[in-house]
C-alpha cells in the first residue's frame, strides 16, 4: 500500500473514532452536568470551539497526507499525531467506552508516527 495512502486511511479511522466516542459520551447520564462544572466560568460554546479546533488536525490530515510532499508530509503526520495522542490522552474521560477507543485512536496514531519516522525518501530518477 501507498505510504500517502496508509496515512490517509489511518487519519479517517481515528477521525471517525474521535467522532463515535464524542457521540457516545452524549449518552452517558450526567455528562453535561460533569462538563459543565469542568467548564467553570468558561462558556460551554468556548470548549466546544476547542474541541472544534482539535478534531481538524486529524480531518485535515486526512487530506494533507495525500498531497504534501515528501518531507513536510512525514514532518506533519509526526507532528499532527503527537499533537493528537495529547489532546486524547489529556482531554479524555476514564469511561469504558472512552478508554477503548481512546487505545485505538492512540495506536493508530502510534502507527503514524512510527511509518513517519522510517519513511525514507524517495528516489528521484
Given at each position: 500500500m501507498n505510504?500517502?495512502?496508509?496515512?490517509s486511511t489511518?487519519?479517517?479511522?481515528?477521525?471517525?473514532?474521535?467522532a463515535f466516542a464524542d457521540i457516545l459520551s452524549l449518552f452517558v447520564p450526567g455528562i453535561h452536568e460533569e462538563l459543565?462544572?469542568?467548564a467553570g466560568d468558561i462558556?460551554?460554546?468556548?470548549?466546544?470551539?476547542?474541541?472544534a479546533v482539535k478534531i481538524q488536525i486529524p480531518i485535515a490530515m486526512i487530506f494533507l497526507s495525500r498531497v504534501l510532499n515528501?518531507?513536510?508530509?512525514?514532518?506533519a503526520n509526526i507532528i499532527a499525531g503527537v499533537i493528537t495522542i495529547v489532546f486524547v490522552v489529556g482531554g479524555g474521560t476514564l469511561l469504558p467506552?472512552?478508554?477503548?477507543?481512546?487505545?485505538?485512536e492512540v495506536i493508530c496514531m502510534l502507527a503514524i508516527i512510527w511509518f513517519a519516522w522510517?519513511?525514507?525518501?524517495?528516489?528521484?530518477?
Amino acid at each position: 500500500m501507498n505510504i500517502k495512502t496508509k496515512f490517509s486511511t489511518l487519519w479517517i479511522v481515528i477521525t471517525l473514532n474521535m467522532a463515535f466516542a464524542d457521540i457516545l459520551s452524549l449518552f452517558v447520564p450526567g455528562i453535561h452536568e460533569e462538563l459543565a462544572a469542568f467548564a467553570g466560568d468558561i462558556p460551554i460554546t468556548w470548549l466546544m470551539l476547542f474541541g472544534a479546533v482539535k478534531i481538524q488536525i486529524p480531518i485535515a490530515m486526512i487530506f494533507l497526507s495525500r498531497v504534501l510532499n515528501y518531507k513536510i508530509n512525514r514532518w506533519a503526520n509526526i507532528i499532527a499525531g503527537v499533537i493528537t495522542i495529547v489532546f486524547v490522552v489529556g482531554g479524555g474521560t476514564l469511561l469504558p467506552h472512552y478508554i477503548f477507543i481512546a487505545s485505538i485512536e492512540v495506536i493508530c496514531m502510534l502507527a503514524i508516527i512510527w511509518f513517519a519516522w522510517r519513511w525514507q525518501s524517495p528516489k528521484i530518477v
